[in-house]
T-cell receptor, first 115, second 117 residues
Framework: NAGVMQNPRHLVRRRGQEARLRCSPM?????VYWYRQLPEEGLKFMVY????????ESGMPKERFSAEFPKEGPSILRIQQVVRGDSAAYFC?????????????FGDGTRLSIL | AQTVTQSQPEMSVQEAETVTLSCTYD???????LFWYKQPPSRQMILVIR??????QNATENRFSVNFQKAAKSFSLKISDSQLGDTAMYFC??????????????FGTGTRLQVTL
């Protein structure tokens, strides 16, 4: 019974490149959340998705960042033209449709480093 | 909007002793959930304990218990018989009751707990 799977665990990009972070929710979970943790800070909400729909993207930067959760396959957080300030740990969490008051289960995160 | 405040950036406790981590929050919601998550050096996010606001009884999970004071909007975590493996960052988090729309978590800034011999 696999938990939330994120890959890669570590990602290094040069300024101006694109970063793609992947998240497969727990089996049976149809809600996905992305959070960002800057060094020495707490987690900040970015976006909440259900299959094929973005429900809440109030925490997502308006430019360069996008997220999707297609009908088939993992959720993708995409950062275009990365800058040094994008260096952070990006966590994905999931919860089931039937009871979204259940606590969110987190993946191990992707550590993004920008050179 | 909800806010979560953890006023203790760092705490230290000796092995086998008891420590209490503080958390206060601000919300206009009447129905919500509160959580404590643990983040060890491995950086995983591990759920420690959960409290439902409509329940007066304080949640407990083995050595972990909370003191939930709804009127004061306070939600502290007590760790009894501290162990070296409890060394971690601890985050307090708030979540609105789900009513068919998004239930994101709002986190505090964390308390770094060091358990010493």
């Amino acid at each position: 019974n696999a938990g939330v799977m994120q890959n890669p665990r570590h990602l290094v990009r040069r300024r101006g490149q694109e970063a793609r972070l992947r998240c497969s929710p727990m089996k049976g979970h149809s809600h996905v959340y992305w959070y960002r943790q800057l060094p020495e800070e707490g987690l900040k909400f970015m976006v909440y998705l259900q299959k094929e729909n973005i429900i809440d993207e109030s925490g997502m930067p308006k430019e360069r960042f996008s997220a999707e959760f297609p009908k088939e396959g993992p959720s993708i957080l995409r950062i275009q033209q990365v800058v040094r300030g994008d260096s952070a740990a990006y966590f994905c969490a999931s919860s089931p449709w039937s009871d979204s008051n259940q606590p969110q289960h987190f993946g191990d995160g992707t550590r993004l480093s920008i050179l | 909007a909800q806010t979560v405040t953890q006023s203790q950036p760092e705490m230290s406790v000796q092995e086998a002793e008891t420590v209490t981590l503080s958390c206060t929050y601000d919300t206009s919601e009447s129905n919500y959930y509160l959580f404590w998550y643990k983040q060890p050096p491995s950086r995983q996010m591990i759920l420690v304990i959960r409290q439902e606001a409509y329940k007066q009884q304080n949640a407990t999970e083995n050595r972990f218990s909370v003191n939930f004071q709804k009127a004061a909007k306070s939600f502290s975590l007590k760790i009894s018989d501290s162990q070296l493996g409890d060394t971690a960052m601890y985050f307090c988090a708030f979540m609105k009751h789900w009513t068919g729309t998004a239930s994101k978590l709002t986190f505090g800034t964390g308390t770094r707990l060091q358990v010493t011999l």
